[in-house]
């Protein structure tokens, strides 16, 4: 012990020496050591004689069931990468993920996610369940936490992970889960003697390094550019491994079970909801193709043209056996998928000449289900289904859903299930659906009896919808490229009337009648270049989000929608029109997450989304204001790359370039601070007015993810290959 003398004459001596500067008197003195007497589970340690306040004194303590020739510490967190190295990224769904209804559906509905007292069941049986909790409980020191205090309680937490991954590593295709299983065996088995109080601490610790591996494995299975790119991407990418898994109630085909991409958890998760034609195409290009998963990307459009029929491709797959042909849009996005898969995949256009067995007889409405003999009984290639698609659009098209009433929908009027498709050659565009129907992405019903609602779309959008309009042109620009070059055999479609009409002849038709047709000038002096009706006009400096609709006004409202057209067809928009268009959007419909789903200056303008509310109110009641005004987040990724795309359009110095990306990396920041904080790990389907957090909605959706991971490859095709860190799509070993 180092004592000091503090005495008034010894303070005074050394503060008197004006040459020196020097410390206080002081001297070592030898202190008695500490007594221990150890009895059963305490220990007392007595100090003898001196021991003055302030002092310190370092004990070491061990406790031997902690003890192992590793140490305990290493030994949980070793061996990880290696016991995850052979996990696919199928396995890695199952050992990650799997919401209730998903591990419910695997395990013929006897396990389920895992249930914590005093806190509820996780959101996912996998990993990613245990650390959405962990991530807040560690920083914290949070050992008050249920799940904390149930892991002193019992150890039933560390046999359910142990017995949930030995039972898949026993299904064929799974076999792979046998290491992971088998390591968290053994660490387990290590924590299993010591004190409970100690198990918090060491569940988490191995946890987290398991999580890290697993995720690590995920992202090295992925492209480089996912790699090499910011956190953002790669929690961006992982929402594609989250969302796909092996579903058998869920699978892309009736006797076939391969893994299927879902539209969002929980709600879209098992069965019929599983696998939508709108959101898998409208999500392929970032979770797949950017991320370099051909072959999943593949599968689903392979799947997809097997059920073509009607022109169209079903929005409800409900694995081939009962496909649901009541979308409008769904063909365009998936044909805009293929473009876009012949653009990054390998194999290039080849993939054209591949062939499909077909669900349905080419070129036949004819409805049977999968164990009629004609089921799957002929083929054509993908090149033939696209021209189909075409081909039947081009002539038109009229019919009635197949098992049209309540067993396939018990809100729609029977007037709804009647579709009717055409092509208005004047303008080139195609026109569809009617009041009673829902054809597009805003496909909400009315359902309120009380409200007097039910079978009222709150957004029917009949006519030609903007997005239809430049998806259409995308394809049409592409395949006549194609085709000029000799890597498509058609070159033109036959219209009602049996003449002929090329793919440039068409695209030019609309191209040369889009601004004419959509665009609502900012002066009224400019009215009589554009078809408009000023006593309708609600905004100026805009697009219309539809042309010709039943009702009219539904024309001029202000939506979402243009700016999808913006990116796949950027040719159809005058520049300076766009960036109106656009600003105008960034004021009036960009919230912190996602984008308002009608302006708010329209009479019908319903921010708030509870589709569990059954009042009076007409535009409200059972959620009929699905897309009345909530913020959707997937449109924010559309909205972005036009803004960028255009942007940089008329920006002819590098800093203001610079200030481009800089422009659209600003309004990802509340995209970044929902996946981080989410505890599904992923971004919502849609949220209220000004971010507000929805009950109602999926917490984690595919397309809100994969439409940001298209923002990136846009940038990275603008920057020649190079942006935030993302390198074109390359697939890798």
């Known amino acids: 012990m180092l004592e000091v003398d503090t005495s008034e004459e010894a303070t005074k001596e050394v503060l008197e020496d004006k040459k020196y500067l020097r410390g206080l008197p002081s001297r070592v003195i030898d202190v008695p050591g500490i007594r221990m007497e150890v009895k059963g589970d305490e220990t007392v340690i007595s100090v003898r004689d001196k021991f003055p306040p302030g002092s310190i004194a370092l004990f070491e303590t061990w406790i031997p069931a902690a003890e192992h020739s590793a140490g305990l510490d290493n030994y949980v967190t070793s061996g990880a990468k290696k016991a995850f190295a052979d996990l696919s990224l199928i396995d890695l769904n199952f050992l990650l993920y799997k919401c209730e209804a998903e591990e419910r559906d695997g395990s013929d509905g006897a396990d389920g996610c895992y249930d914590i007292p005093g806190h509820g069941k996780l959101v996912y049986a996998g990993l990613q369940g245990w650390w959405s909790l962990l991530k807040d409980i560690i920083p914290e020191n949070n050992l008050a936490h249920p799940l904390c205090q149930h892991l002193r309680d019992g150890q039933w937490a560390l046999d359910y992970i142990v017995g949930r991954l030995e039972r898949a590593a026993k299904k064929p295709g799974q076999e792979a889960l046998k290491k992971p299983a088998d390591w968290f065996q053994e660490r387990f088995d290590a924590l299993r003697q010591i004190p409970s109080f100690l198990l918090p601490r060491y569940f988490g610790l191995l946890l987290r390094t398991s999580y890290i591996a697993a995720c690590e494995r995920g992202i090295e299975l992925m492209s480089a550019n996912v790699g090499q790119g910011?956190?953002?991407?790669?929690?961006?990418?992982?929402?594609?491994?989250?969302?796909?898994?092996?579903?058998?109630?869920?699978?892309?085909?009736?006797?076939?079970?391969?893994?299927?991409?879902?539209?969002?958890?929980?709600?879209?998760?098992?069965?019929?909801?599983?696998?939508?034609?709108?959101?898998?195409?409208?999500?392929?290009?970032?979770?797949?193709?950017?991320?370099?998963?051909?072959?999943?990307?593949?599968?689903?459009?392979?799947?997809?043209?097997?059920?073509?029929?009607?022109?169209?491709?079903?929005?409800?797959?409900?694995?081939?056996?009962?496909?649901?042909?009541?979308?409008?849009?769904?063909?365009?996005?998936?044909?805009?998928?293929?473009?876009?898969?012949?653009?990054?995949?390998?194999?290039?256009?080849?993939?054209?000449?591949?062939?499909?067995?077909?669900?349905?007889?080419?070129?036949?409405?004819?409805?049977?289900?999968?164990?009629?003999?004609?089921?799957?009984?002929?083929?054509?290639?993908?090149?033939?289904?696209?021209?189909?698609?075409?081909?039947?659009?081009?002539t038109g098209m009229a019919y009635r859903e197949a098992n049209a009433g309540p067993g396939i929908d018990s809100q729609m009027k029977d007037e709804g299930f009647n579709i009717a498709i055409e092509v208005d050659w004047?303008?080139?565009?195609?026109?569809?659906?009617?009041?009673?129907?829902?054809?597009?992405?805003?496909?909400?019903?009315?359902?309120?009896?009380?409200?007097?609602?039910?079978?009222?779309?709150?957004?029917?959008?009949?006519?030609?919808?903007?997005?239809?309009?430049?998806?259409?042109?995308?394809?049409?620009?592409?395949?006549?490229?194609?085709?000029?070059?000799?890597?498509?055999?058609?070159?033109?479609?036959?219209?009602?009337?049996?003449?002929?009409?090329?793919?440039?002849?068409?695209?030019?038709?609309?191209?040369?009648?889009f601004e004419r047709c959509y665009f609502v000038p900012l002066s009224s002096d400019e009215d009589a270049k554009y078809d408009v009706n000023p006593a309708v006009v609600n905004r100026r400096g805009m697009y219309k989000d539809l042309y010709r609709s039943g009702k009219e006004y539904e024309d001029y409202q202000l939506r979402p929608n243009f700016p999808i057209a913006m990116t796949v067809a950027p040719q159809l928009f005058d520049p300076s029109h766009a960036m109106q268009a656009l600003n105008l959007a960034d004021t009036v419909l960009r919230g912190p997450t996602?984008?308002?789903?009608?302006?708010?200056?329209?009479?019908?303008?319903?921010?708030?989304?509870?589709?569990?509310?059954?009042?009076?109110?007409?535009?409200?009641?059972?959620?009929?204001?699905?897309?009345?005004?909530?913020?959707?987040?997937?449109?924010?990724?559309?909205?972005?790359?036009?803004?960028?795309?255009?942007?940089?359009?008329?920006?002819?110095?590098?800093?203001?370039?610079?200030?481009?990306?800089?422009?659209?990396?600003?309004?990802?920041?509340?995209?970044?601070?929902?996946?981080?904080?989410?505890?599904?790990?992923?971004?919502?389907?849609?949220?209220?007015?000004?971010?507000?957090?929805?009950?109602?909605?999926?917490?984690t959706q595919a397309w809100s993810a994969g439409c940001l991971i298209d923002l990136y490859m846009d940038a990275a095709e603008e920057q020649g290959g190079v942006a935030g860190n993302l390198t074109l799509p390359t697939r890798t070993k």
């Open 230 to 394: 910011q956190w953002f991407l790669q929690s961006l990418a992982m929402v594609g491994v989250q969302q796909t898994g092996l579903v058998k109630s869920g699978s892309l085909y009736p006797k076939k079970l391969v893994p299927s991409l879902a539209a969002g958890l929980p709600h879209f998760a098992v069965e019929w909801a599983r696998c939508w034609g709108r959101d898998v195409f409208i999500s392929l290009r970032g979770l797949y193709l950017g991320t370099g998963r051909f072959e999943e990307a593949k599968e689903h459009i392979l799947a997809f043209a097997s059920v073509l029929k009607h022109g169209q491709i079903p929005n409800l797959l409900s694995s081939g056996n009962a496909p649901r042909y009541n979308s409008r849009d769904s063909i365009w996005f998936f044909l805009q998928c293929i473009q876009d898969y012949v653009k990054y995949a390998p194999e290039g256009v080849d993939f054209l000449k591949t062939s499909v067995k077909r669900r349905f007889l080419p070129y036949d409405d004819t409805w049977f289900d999968t164990e009629d003999s004609r089921a799957y009984s002929q083929e054509s290639t993908i090149e033939d289904v696209i021209q189909e698609a075409l081909q039947r659009h081009a």
């Open 426 to 513: 004047e303008t080139g565009m195609v026109f569809g659906g009617n009041q009673n129907n829902c054809g597009t992405w805003m496909d909400k019903m009315g359902e309120s009896a009380r409200a007097g609602s039910k079978g009222v779309p709150g957004t029917p959008r009949d006519g030609a919808a903007v997005e239809i309009t430049g998806l259409l042109y995308s394809t049409l620009a592409w395949l006549a490229k194609l085709s000029s070059e000799g890597k498509y055999q058609y070159s033109s479609v036959k219209k009602a009337d049996s003449s002929s009409i090329s793919f440039a002849d068409w695209a030019d038709i609309l191209q040369a009648n």
């Open 594 to 699: 996602g984008m308002a789903t009608l302006d708010p200056a329209d009479l019908n303008y319903r921010p708030y989304y509870v589709n569990s509310e059954d009042s009076e109110d007409f535009a409200t009641s059972k959620g009929r204001n699905y897309h009345q005004g909530p913020e959707w987040l997937w449109p924010t990724g559309f909205f972005l790359r036009a803004l960028l795309k255009f942007d940089l359009k008329r920006r002819d110095t590098d800093a203001g370039r610079t200030e481009a990306y800089q422009q659209v990396t600003r309004r990802l920041i509340g995209c970044k601070k929902m996946i981080q904080e989410s505890p599904w790990a992923g971004l919502q389907e849609l949220t209220q007015k000004n971010g507000a957090y929805c009950g109602d909605s999926s917490p």
